[in-house]
RNA sequence: GGUGAGGUAGCUCAGCUGGUUAGAGCGUGGCACUCAUAAUGCCGAGGUCGAGGGUUCGAGUCCCUCUCUCACCA
C-alpha cells in the first residue's frame, strides 16, 4: 500500500489586467494533470490559486477604463474563474491576492521578517512623474537608448542591443503614462536582507527542490551574488500598505506568492484543514509550487528566503517549464496568436488541449510548441483512431451478439484476470502502471501518454489479429466473440483509468459506460467480467484541421474605416472624438447607416457607460454651443464634461438631473479646458437633442449594460 | 554582452550511468481488412544523430572548439 501523502500544490498566479490565455493553460492544465494524478492514487492532495491584483499596471489599467481597481480585479476575478472551470481545472481554492486574509499574512509576515532584522530602510533615487505625482517603475519611462541609440526603449533594457541600464541613462527620457519628462527623486524604501540566506538557499536548491536545468541557471545569481530586495513601493499604489509605514505598499512580487497562503487559508476556513500544519518549519506536508521560468527568480531565491525568514516551511520543489509558442513563433497580440482560453474554448472541447499539451509536457523548461495542424493530426490519430476507437468497435458486438453484456468466462478457473481469454495481455497493461505512474509523477506526462498509445496500439492489434467480425458470423463462435470484445473493453478501460488526469470527462463517460461509479488508480490492474454495458456513444468526434487553424486571428488589427466596420469602430474613434462633436459627427456617422457589422459582447463591454448626476451646469464663456457639466459617478467620483447641448438645455434644468455617460472616454483637452467624459444624447443636433435618462430607481456610478 | 537550454528521419519528439544493423508517432508509398467516427493491421522508403577535433577496443551518448536556434537577465 502506498503512504498517503499529504500535498498542497499551486500555480502561478495570474495578472489581473487580462484575459486567461493559452500560455496561462499550459501551466494551469500541467498543474491540474499532477493533481487529478495524485487524487487518483489516493494521496489527499489540494490545489490552490488567485489572481495576482496588485501593482501599477492593474492602477493604471483601472484609470484608463476609468473604473476603480477594485471593479477591475473583481470582474476579472470571474472571468478568470470561469475560464479555468470550463478548462476543467480542479481548483480546491481560486481566490485574490486582493483578500484579508491574504492584507492579514502579509503583515503578520513582514513583522516576523521585520523584528528578526531581515528588513533594512534605505534612501534610493527613482524617476518620478511631476505630472502624475507618482513614482515610475522602469517599465514606464521610455527613451532612447544610452548606449546604441535606439528609440523608444524601456527604462531596465534595450531591446535591440541588449544592454541594461536605469531610466535615469535614458535620452530624451519620458513617462509613459504622462508624456511629460520624469525627474529624478528621493525615496526610502524597505529592503528584504536576502543576501544572508544565500548558504540556506544554495543547500535547498541542492537538496533537489528544482530541476537540474534550473539549479544551473540559479547558480549564474549565487556567484554574482544576491542583492537584496525591495519589497515597497511608493504611494499612489494599489497595494496593502506597509504597517507603521504610512504612504508605503508592499511591492506586488511581496504579496504574491503570500497569495498561495492566504488562498489555502480561505479553504483551511471551511474545511477542517490547518494553514498550520502546512506551513509550519517541522511540516511533514508537502509544498508544490508549478511555474513558468520567467519568475523563477521569485519563486527559487526570494519565496523560499522570505518562508525561511518568517519562521515556515520552504517549498517541497518548485516545477518550472518553459513557454508555449504557436506555430514555432512567440506568441503575439499583433500576429493574432495571442490565443484566449475564450477563444478555444468557444471552438474546440477543453480535453483536446488538454490531451495536445499533456502529450508534449517533459519535466525539463524547453518551450512547448503549439502547432496547429499537427495539433488536429493527433488529436484525430490518437483519441478517435486509436483510443476510442477500440471502445467503439468492440462495443457493437456486446450489444448486437451478447445483448449487452460482458463475458464472465465463467467456463474457465483462477482470478478475474486469468478468465480473459489473453491473460498476459491484460497482465502487461495493469503492470504498465507503476510506470507510467512514474512518469506522472515525475511531470514526465509526455512520457506517461507514449507509454499509454504504445498499449492503445497493442490493443487495437489483438482485435485485429483475432477478428471478431469473421467470428460473428458463425453462430457457434458468438461466445468467442463476446469473450474477444470483453477483453478488448478491459483493455480500453485501463488506459482510461490511466489517461483519467488528463481527460476527466472523456473518463467518467467511459466509466458510465462500464457501468461504474468510482475508479481509483489501482482499478486498471483489476478487469471487470460478466457486467452489462451502457450502449455505446461517441466518447470524441473528429477535428476539422480548417476549423483549427482558425485559432489564430487571421485578422488581429482593425482595418481602415469602411462601412463594415463602422460599428467596430466606433469605440476607438469615440474616444478620440471630443464631446462637442459628439452630435455632429458620431451621431451622422451613426445614423447615415441603418445599424452595421456586429460586434461582440467584449467589444461593447470596452466602453463603460455610467449612471450620473449632474450636480452643476454653467454656461461656458466664449463658447456658443457648450454647456460646463460637474456630474457625480459614484464610485468614479465627480467628472467635469464639456457638452455641446446648450442650444437645447438651459443649465438650470440639468441640475440633479441622471444623464448617462461615457465614463472611460479619454479625457479630451478642448479650448475651454479639459473634457472627463461624454453624455449620450439622441438627435441631429442644435435644438433638436435629447438627453438619455435612467428610469427612476438608478443611481449614480451604476453600469449600463 | 552574460548565462541557460537545444540542434537526432519531411514534421513533433524518445534515446537512462558510452556497447550488437539509431527508435516512436504523424506524414508518405504499397498491400490487407471492412467490426469501428474513411477508423485498424502488415510491409517499405526516408537519418554520415549541426560542423570539426579529441578521449576510448567502441560515442548520438564524455571533453574541447566553432556554428545556428530559443529563452532569461531581479
Not at 454 to 473: E, S
Request: hydrophobic content about 40%.
Amino acid at each position: 500500500m502506498i503512504k498517503r501523502r499529504r500535498i498542497l500544490v499551486t500555480s502561478a498566479l495570474p495578472y489581473a489586467n487580462g484575459p486567461i490565455h493559452i500560455g496561462h493553460l499550459l501551466e494551469v492544465i500541467q498543474t491540474d494533470i499532477w493533481v487529478r494524478f495524485q487524487k487518483a492514487r489516493g494521496h489527499e492532495c489540494y490545489y490552490v490559486c488567485a489572481d495576482d491584483t496588485h501593482g501599477t499596471p492593474i492602477m493604471l489599467k483601472a484609470q484608463a477604463d476609468g473604473i476603480s481597481a477594485n471593479t477591475l480585479i473583481e470582474r476579472i476575478n470571474r472571468e478568470h474563474k470561469r475560464d479555468f472551470a470550463e478548462m476543467l481545472i480542479d481548483f480546491d481554492n481560486f481566490g485574490s491576492t486582493n483578500s484579508l486574509d491574504n492584507k492579514a499574512l502579509c503583515e503578520r509576515i513582514y513583522l516576523n521578517l521585520r523584528n528578526a532584522g531581515h528588513i533594512e530602510k534605505r534612501t534610493i533615487r527613482q524617476a518620478y512623474d511631476e505630472q502624475a505625482q507618482m513614482f515610475l517603475p522602469d517599465r514606464y519611462v521610455k527613451g532612447e537608448c544610452p548606449t546604441c541609440g535606439t528609440a523608444d526603449q524601456y527604462g531596465d533594457s534595450c531591446e535591440s542591443c541588449g544592454a541594461t541600464y536605469s531610466p535615469a541613462d535614458l535620452k530624451n527620457a519620458i513617462s509613459v503614462v504622462s508624456g511629460t519628462t520624469p525627474v529624478e527623486k528621493e525615496s526610502e524604501h524597505y529592503f528584504f536582507k536576502l543576501s544572508s540566506f544565500e548558504e540556506d538557499l544554495v543547500m535547498w536548491i541542492q537538496s533537489g527542490a528544482v530541476q537540474p536545468g534550473v539549479a544551473r541557471k540559479l547558480n549564474e545569481w549565487f556567484t554574482q551574488g544576491l542583492k537584496d530586495w525591495d519589497i515597497s513601493r511608493d504611494i499612489p499604489y494599489f497595494g496593502f500598505e506597509i504597517p507603521e509605514a504610512p504612504g508605503k505598499y508592499f511591492y506586488v512580487w511581496f504579496d504574491a506568492p503570500i497569495g498561495y497562503l492566504a488562498s489555502f487559508a480561505e479553504l483551511c476556513a471551511r474545511t477542517s484543514l490547518k494553514l498550520e500544519d502546512f506551513f509550519k518549519v517541522d511540516s511533514c506536508t508537502e509544498l508544490h509550487h508549478f511555474i513558468g521560468k520567467d519568475i523563477l527568480y521569485f519563486h527559487t531565491l526570494f519565496w523560499p528566503a522570505i518562508l525561511q525568514a518568517a519562521g515556515m516551511r520552504r517549498p517541497t520543489s518548485v516545477h518550472t517549464h518553459g513557454f508555449l509558442t504557436i506555430n514555432g513563433q512567440k506568441m503575439s497580440k499583433s500576429r493574432g496568436t495571442l490565443i484566449t482560453a475564450r477563444r478555444y474554448l468557444e471552438r474546440f472541447p477543453c480535453e483536446y488541449l488538454r490531451y495536445y499539451l499533456a502529450a508534449k509536457l517533459g519535466s525539463g523548461l524547453d518551450d512547448l510548441d503549439l502547432n496547429l495542424s499537427e495539433f488536429s493530426t493527433r488529436l484525430n490519430s490518437d483519441i478517435v483512431g486509436k483510443l476510442v476507437n477500440i471502445a467503439s468497435r468492440c462495443a457493437g458486438f456486446i450489444t448486437r451478439s451478447a445483448s449487452g453484456t460482458m463475458s464472465s468466462g465463467e467456463q474457465s478457473s483462477g482470478s478475474l484476470a486469468t478468465r480473459l481469454p489473453e491473460p498476459q495481455l491484460y497482465a502487461e497493461f495493469a503492470a504498465a502502471g507503476e510506470s507510467i505512474a512514474a512518469a506522472y509523477e515525475s511531470r514526465d506526462t509526455a512520457s506517461a501518454i507514449r507509454e499509454i498509445m504504445t498499449l492503445a496500439d497493442r490493443a487495437n492489434q489483438y482485435i485485429d489479429q483475432r477478428k471478431p467480425w469473421v467470428l460473428a458470423k458463425s453462430p457457434e463462435k458468438l461466445l468467442e466473440v463476446q469473450a474477444i470484445c470483453t477483453q478488448g473493453l478491459n483493455l480500453f478501460r485501463a488506459l482510461m483509468i490511466y489517461l483519467q488526469p488528463v481527460l476527466p470527462v472523456m473518463a467518467t463517460k467511459s466509466m458510465h459506460f462500464f457501468r461504474e461509479t468510482a475508479w481509483s488508480w489501482e482499478s486498471a490492474a483489476t478487469p471487470i467480467l460478466g457486467t452489462r454495458i451502457a450502449p455505446y456513444e461517441p466518447l470524441a468526434t473528429r477535428l476539422d484541421p480548417k476549423a483549427v487553424a482558425q485559432l489564430i486571428d487571421s485578422d488581429p488589427i482593425p482595418p481602415p474605416l469602411g462601412p463594415a466596420n463602422m460599428v467596430t469602430a466606433i469605440p476607438l474613434a469615440a474616444a478620440l472624438t471630443p464631446v462637442a462633436r459628439s452630435t455632429s459627427n458620431v451621431s451622422d456617422t451613426l445614423s447615415a447607416g441603418a445599424a452595421a457589422a456586429h460586434i461582440t459582447i467584449d467589444e461593447f463591454m470596452r466602453v463603460d457607460l455610467r449612471v450620473a448626476r449632474v450636480i452643476a451646469a454653467d454656461l461656458v464663456e466664449g463658447a456658443d454651443k457648450l454647456l460646463r457639466l460637474k456630474v457625480n459617478v459614484g464610485e468614479l467620483g465627480d467628472r467635469l464634461i464639456l457638452a455641446g447641448i446648450r442650444a437645447a438645455y438651459d443649465p438650470q434644468t440639468l441640475i440633479d438631473r441622471l444623464i448617462v455617460v461615457v465614463a472611460n472616454l479619454e479625457p479630451r483637452k478642448m479650448r475651454f479646458g479639459i473634457s472627463e467624459g461624454m453624455t449620450l444624447a439622441a438627435g441631429p443636433g442644435g435644438k433638436d437633442l435629447f438627453l438619455l435618462s435612467p428610469d427612476s430607481g438608478a443611481s449614480p456610478g451604476m453600469r449600463i449594460k
